[in-house]
């Protein structure tokens, strides 16, 4: 059972930041791809951005573009969001994925664990 582990969600202004993480306990976490997923209430599931194991290709969701940045690090099992300039429609609960496939693409599907979610909401 592989277990992800998000982090970092909270309450946070119009035009603020917040940072997400999400762990993996896992000796293969450099094998996956991962991405983040967002829901809000009453909307279907969107994808918010994905990066390639290596970190190489990195693919974005058009509403977070410009505003949102995916990275990881390996040698910490970690994969982060840094969310900027966040908006009110921001507000959702925020998944990470994980996909042990051998090519990213498609990135908004085919993946193969998830995590818990963290909330996150922007006031206005």
């Known amino acids: 059972q592989v277990v992800l582990v998000e982090s970092g969600g909270g309450l946070v202004q119009a035009g603020g930041s917040l940072r997400l993480s999400c762990a993996a306990p896992?000796?293969?976490?450099?094998?996956?791809?991962m991405a983040w997923f967002r829901q809000a209430p009453g909307k279907e599931r969107e994808f918010v951005a994905a990066?390639?194991?290596?970190?190489?290709?990195?693919y974005y969701g058009d509403s977070v573009k410009g505003r949102f940045t995916i990275s990881r690090d390996n040698a910490k099992n970690t994969v982060y969001l840094q969310m900027n300039s966040l908006k009110p429609e921001d507000t959702a609960v925020y998944y990470c994925?994980?996909?042990?496939?051998?090519?990213?693409?498609?990135?908004?599907?085919?993946?193969?664990?998830w995590g818990q979610g963290t909330q996150v909401t922007v006031s206005s």
């Open positions: 896992e000796r293969t976490f450099s094998s996956w791809h």
């Open positions: 994925a994980a996909k042990r496939a051998v090519i990213i693409l498609p990135v908004t599907s085919g993946y193969d664990y």
């Open positions: 990066i390639s194991k290596s970190g190489g290709r990195i």
